[in-house]
């Protein structure tokens, strides 16, 4: 087996060597003689062998170049070229970055939870809403005040005297309201600043256009009338007989409260004096139109106390939304139409703003006031407006 391991040309050399000692042997005819063999003893081979295994000192050398790839038998010297495999393993380290892909998607996901469109959830925030409210200090008739308060009825401050009926235009940028006692006023919240607009101390609830140029109102004569005129004071002229009107938002009509034919109830009517309809026969009054043009609460003594009440503007659908035994009028709608403020005494436990859904339902007291005893212009006048709050 070593022979096989020998080189070449050493295996010949040592195979002609004994093939000539054994023909050497064979000539001398003696067997004795094979003690010679310990000339073949000449350890040639063995000194052979270890030449041999010298040689492959070498060899071992290149494989111990190529532990560092163990895997691969001895041709790997060639494959050691081929240890760009070893980006094989950073191909697998992609598959870490498709998880990290995941990541990046969830994040994708949390835009899904705004559910701040579920922010429907608060669904109606009285805070966002800000509110203006008629509070009576005495004893002189004049003595009202107008206040404001957040809509949840956090931080109320009273900001006018001698005030009262106030009305925000659309947009909340200003408001009317009753002087004591010569006439209509208008407060623009941005400029700070006052005009007066209404030179007449019987004028009263004036309420605005949809654009904002326009109002209406009422003067309380023997004969009441509704008017309507510029929001500079010009172009004033007579609409029709009436009370209390609220032009709405939506649809262009005034709804207001008057009698004709011993009926008396609400009506609506369009500012060119077209379109005159009895909505009501209840005797109710202090209409207000929603936001939407689509419903009307007012007040009625349809119970025997002064309760509110809705109705469509077509004046279908009469529906009571409270029921106590003391008296609930003057109602407001907050900009969004969701929430209808208005004026309570409690069943007698004292005055009061409070809050309800637009069904009537989850009243609540929103703040104290008072509330004037004068038969004229008392109670039935301190009316409530709502706008957003900034």
């Not at 308060?149 to 200003?174: R, T």
């Not at 008072?370 to 038969?375: E, V, Y």
Request: charged share 15%; hydrophobic share 35%.
């Amino acid at each position: 087996m070593r022979i096989h391991r020998l080189p070449g040309g050493k295996a010949t050399f040592v195979l002609i060597t004994l093939l000539v000692l054994t023909s050497l042997l064979i000539a001398c005819g003696g067997s004795e003689t094979p003690q010679v063999v310990v000339i073949t003893a000449t350890f040639t081979p063995e000194a052979i062998v270890q030449v041999v295994t010298a040689t492959f000192t070498p060899t071992p050398a290149v494989v111990a170049t190529d532990t560092p790839l163990p895997p691969p038998p001895p041709p790997s010297p060639a494959s050691g070229g081929a240890q760009p495999t070893l980006p094989p393993p950073p191909t697998a380290t992609p598959p870490p970055p498709p998880t990290a892909t995941l990541a990046p998607a969830q994040p994708t996901d949390t835009p899904v939870p705004p559910t701040p469109t579920a922010k429907p959830k608060p669904k109606v925030s009285l805070r966002s809403y800000f509110v203006v409210y008629t509070a009576y200090v005495g004893p002189a008739l004049q003595d009202y005040r107008l206040w404001g308060v957040n809509g949840d009825g956090s931080d109320p401050f009273q900001f006018l005297e001698n005030a009262s009926e106030p009305a925000f235009s659309a947009d909340g940028n200003k408001f009317a309201f009753y002087h004591w006692t010569d006439g209509l006023y208008i407060w623009d919240l941005e400029a700070q600043t006052s005009s007066h607009f209404v030179q007449n101390g019987n004028a009263s609830f004036p309420t605005w256009s949809p654009d904002g140029k326009r109002l209406a109102y009422f003067v309380a004569d023997a004969q009441p009338w509704i008017h309507i005129v510029n929001a500079d004071g010009t172009g004033d002229r007579q609409l029709t007989p009436g009370m209390r009107p609220n032009w709405s938002l939506k649809g262009g009509f005034i709804a207001y409260d008057t009698c004709e034919a011993n009926k008396c109830g609400i009506f609506r009517i369009n500012p060119d004096g077209s379109g005159k309809r009895q909505l009501t026969s209840d005797g109710g009054g202090g209409a207000a139109v929603s936001p939407n043009g689509k419903k009307i609460a007012y007040w009625s003594q349809a119970d025997g106390d002064f309760e509110i009440y809705v109705i469509n503007a077509d004046g279908s659908g009469k529906r009571q939304l409270t029921k106590n035994k003391g008296n609930d009028a003057l109602p407001a709608w907050s900009p969004d139409g969701k929430i209808i403020y208005y004026l309570s005494d409690r069943n007698g436990k004292g005055w009061a703003v409070m809050a309800m859904n637009a069904d009537g339902s989850n009243q609540r007291k929103i703040v104290d006031t008072s509330a004037g005893s004068d038969p004229v212009r008392g109670w039935q006048y301190q009316r409530i407006t709502v706008t957003w709050n900034e």
